[in-house]
């Protein structure tokens, strides 16, 4: 009796814009994928919210053939431990996802956590443009603009609509 194939998540890199016809091949392919897309303007109604970046679930021998017969243009990350294919584990796979369910204004990317005292720029919505400080009040988390040092008004952003606008860091949130 043979054991069944061990699927896993395997993540790679595929050109700049190229995330949703590498998409539509995997769908062609039947091969189960994540590419997190949000609604866009103009020609096509999405985008990839990570550029060059696919996640796509087969065996190890699979994700192989898929790139080396040219199916998907892809590259695959590397386990710099290992020298093998990245694997990304089922449950770190399924938490990114059910995160990024949660749709942009409630959850989203972000390239480190923002800290408290940080300087952020609202990047989306209303807001977009203001900088100010991310403070804590009464156990929520507020972006603070000042006027001259001595006038201060608070306001709850999306995290996903801050970016940070230098380097400095302070205790985590």
Known sequence: MSALPS???YAARTRYGQELMVRDRLVR???EHFIPTVPADGPRNERA???NLVFLRTTKQGALDLANTGVIPVKYIVDCATR???VVPDKQME???RV???GLEEGGLMDRPISLGDRVKVVKGP???VEGHVVEFKG????VVSLLDSLFARTQVPRSWLALCHSERREGI
Do not use: H, I, P, Q
């Open 7 to 9: 699927y896993s998540w």
């Open 29 to 31: 392919a039947g091969v």
């Open 140 to 143: 929520k988390y507020y972006v």
């Open 127 to 129: 807001l977009k443009g």
């Open 100 to 102: 990024l369910d949660l």
């Open 49 to 51: 919210v990570v550029n």
């Open 95 to 97: 938490d990114f996802r």
């Open 84 to 86: 093998t294919l990245l």
